[in-house]
């Protein structure tokens, strides 16, 4: 095997020619992507990634790795392999239709009355609002 790191090259070290063993599963780990949730009911977001032979152990590595260095409510670990993501190229899966301001709170103008009332009443600030209810 030609390495191409001139470092090696340099040593003249003595050619394994059809020396390529296959490694054994304990020798090439899977990669695992880990996933944090600080507290009980939050979402869990991606921290990074460990190599591990198992699922079990890819755990604990995770817990020292990311557990033990903030507050920790679950970890979760997911064989990167088995992760499947949609491509860039394939946008039109989320445009199902074309018109969706309705669900979006910035075409309600609440500020512009709750602004009219205020005038109107003579109040300043969002404590006298609160006083001044009916």
């Not at 075409?107 to 009443?121: E, F, L, N, P, S």
Request: charged letters at 35%.
């Amino acid at each position: 095997m030609k390495s191409y790191d001139p470092r090696i090259n340099r040593l003249n070290l003595p050619k394994e020619e059809n020396k390529e063993k296959a490694l054994t599963p304990q020798e090439n780990w899977a990669t695992f992507e880990v996933f944090h949730q600080k507290k009980r009911g939050e979402q869990h977001v991606h921290v990074g990634i460990v190599h591990a032979p198992d699922p079990d152990i890819a755990l604990l590595f995770a817990k020292e790795q990311f557990g033990r260095r903030r507050v920790t409510a679950n970890l979760w670990v997911v064989k990167s392999s088995e992760i499947h993501a949609s491509d860039y190229d394939d946008q039109d899966i989320f445009s199902t239709t074309p018109e969706k301001t309705y669900r979006e709170a910035s075409d309600y103008y609440v500020m512009d009355r709750i602004r009219k009332y205020q005038q109107a009443h003579g109040i300043e600030d969002r404590k006298e609002l609160k006083r001044k209810k009916p």
